[in-house]
């Protein structure tokens, strides 16, 4: 009897660590990396954001190497972690004023300062900062 139950122990004992090492050898999952930002997009959205004729960003925002910049919103940096979802950072830039109704930023997509493919770029752009 007292053989029976270390046999089954024993065989307790195996199954679990086959168990255990079943899961920890399964793939972690982990979400696909971002797609990398089209070059060519960031650099026409860096255009638009830090043109004084369109975007202007500066006129209110520090952009990294960007010149002689304003300090009315927050400096545009640790863009990624502060919106990882894309979709916020595009609405907030389409229309600052839907989350703040006071806000001192142009509605750029609600005015039609900038179109929506210019938005798209300028998005592109600032998420890379
Ligand atoms: C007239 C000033 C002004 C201009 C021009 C401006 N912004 Fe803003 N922006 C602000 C202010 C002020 C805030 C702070 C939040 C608010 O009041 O809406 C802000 C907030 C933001 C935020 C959110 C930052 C955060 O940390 O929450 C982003 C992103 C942003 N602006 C992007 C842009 C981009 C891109 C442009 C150019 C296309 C731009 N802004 C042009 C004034 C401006």
Not at 30 to 43: I, L, N, R
Not at 48 to 75: F, W
Request: hydrophobic share 45%; charged share 20%.
């Amino acid at each position: 009897m007292r053989k029976m139950v270390r046999l089954v122990s024993t065989l307790v004992v195996i199954t679990s660590a086959a168990w255990l090492t079943a899961c920890s050898n399964k793939p972690v999952t982990k979400e696909a990396p971002a797609a990398k930002a089209d070059p060519a997009v960031v650099a026409a959205g860096k255009a638009i954001a830090t043109g004084r004729s369109k975007g202007n960003c500066l006129a209110c925002h520090m952009i990294e190497d960007g010149e002689s910049p304003g300090n009315i919103g927050p400096p545009l940096l640790a863009m990624q972690a502060r919106f990882p979802d894309k979709a916020k950072l595009r609405a907030q830039i389409w229309d600052a004023t839907a989350v703040n109704s006071e806000s001192a930023m142009v509605p750029f997509g609600r005015l039609k300062v900038l179109t929506d493919d210019e938005i798209d770029k300028v998005v592109e752009y600032i998420w890379t900062l």
